[in-house]
């Protein structure tokens, strides 16, 4: 029995030591897998692009000229981007410009008189550069701008957002996209115009034309300087007012403000003020004469002067007329038109 346990034992190990060799061999022959390599690049850094500085504003700068001209001379300013402009009249044949915290600029002489050789017409532009206010340009810029010129002067002016006041001149020429005019003691001739601002005229004679987009026209002890100046106002979102306006043409429009007048009826004129979504007032002597028609929708029509009726039609309906006279043998014509507002003539006080 010990000799068979021992026969069994020894054959145990006989088996596990083949078994053994064998795998062992069979490890020698299938060489294990190799694993691919995996190549690992640095990261990359993190490269900063410096970004270019911002060129500062140009800075402006305080800059004055003056220049010897004719007595009758024309000024032509033909773009002024921004600023406070001042242009006034003075005893001196000579033109000084004076610009604040703003750019340089130039005269030129387009014109000179054949009699005394002066300039009789001159161009004020700013020299071309990079300024704050936009690239390369011909614009005069300036916190503050102003110009003194012979009170016999004509001056045509262009600009963008400038306010303006012009001062004791002969004549006067202003169209701006934004900001507002004051005109005063111009002595020949207005022709103004305002995108977005309101328009003010005092003192002054001539053919008057103001025009403003949406803004107020206000008209203070105008006339006309020579017989039959006209006189014209009109702006679409704004009220015109006048005050003793002796020109005997008018020629009134808003089309959502109110139209203001006090003022004589002069023999003659013609009178016509016109809006449509607003309210007409006449404040005239009591004793005018003229020939009066008021046309009118939703609103009323109330005249304290008495009215000799010719024609009336104010039954229902979206137009009504009255037409008569004011007076006896006024030959000056009064027209007065509202689609949606009131009309009212009262008599003027002395």
Request: hydrophobic share 35%; aromatic share 4%.
């Amino acid at each position: 029995m010990k000799k068979f346990i021992e026969i069994t034992y020894r054959g145990i190990t006989i088996a596990v030591i083949c078994l053994t060799a064998s795998i062992a061999g069979l490890a020698q022959a299938t060489p294990p897998p190799v694993r691919p390599k995996i190549e690992v690049k640095p990261p990359t850094p993190h490269v900063v692009i410096p970004r270019k500085p911002a060129m500062p504003a140009s800075p402006g700068e305080n800059s004055e000229k003056s220049i010897k001209v004719d007595r009758d001379v024309n000024i032509t300013l033909p773009c002024i981007s921004r600023g406070s402009l001042k242009v006034t009249g003075w005893n001196r044949n000579e033109v000084r410009v004076f610009v604040d915290n703003g750019n340089k600029f130039n005269f030129t002489v387009s014109e000179k008189s054949p009699s005394t050789g002066e300039p009789v017409w001159i161009k004020i532009s700013g020299v071309p550069g990079r300024v704050r206010y936009g690239p390369m340009s011909e614009c005069l810029w300036g916190e503050d701008i102003e110009i003194d010129v012979p009170v016999n002067a004509s001056v045509s002016i262009k600009g963008q957002d400038i306010t303006s006041r012009i001062d004791s001149i002969r004549k006067a020429e202003i169209k701006v996209v934004g900001g507002n005019i004051v005109l005063r003691n111009i002595a020949n001739g207005i022709a103004a115009y305002a995108g977005q601002g309101d328009i003010t005229v005092e003192s002054s004679k001539g053919s008057i034309s103001l025009e403003s987009t949406t803004g107020n026209i206000l008209v203070f002890d105008a006339g006309p300087s020579d017989i039959g100046d006209p006189f014209r106002a009109k702006t679409n979102g704004g009220a015109i007012s006048l005050q003793t306006v002796d020109h005997r043409q008018l020629d009134v429009s808003s089309i959502s403000g109110s139209v203001t007048y006090s003022g004589n009826i002069r023999s003659g004129g013609s009178y016509n003020l016109r809006t449509l979504q607003g309210s007409i007032r006449m404040a005239i002597p009591e004793k005018s004469a003229s020939k009066i028609s008021a046309t009118y929708g939703f609103g009323t029509f109330r005249s304290e002067i008495p009215i000799n009726i010719s024609t009336e039609n104010i039954s229902e309906g979206p137009v009504k007329i009255v037409g008569g006279s004011l007076g006896v043998g006024g030959d000056a014509i009064i027209r007065l038109s509202s689609n949606n507002g009131s009309i009212t003539i009262s008599k003027k006080k002395p």
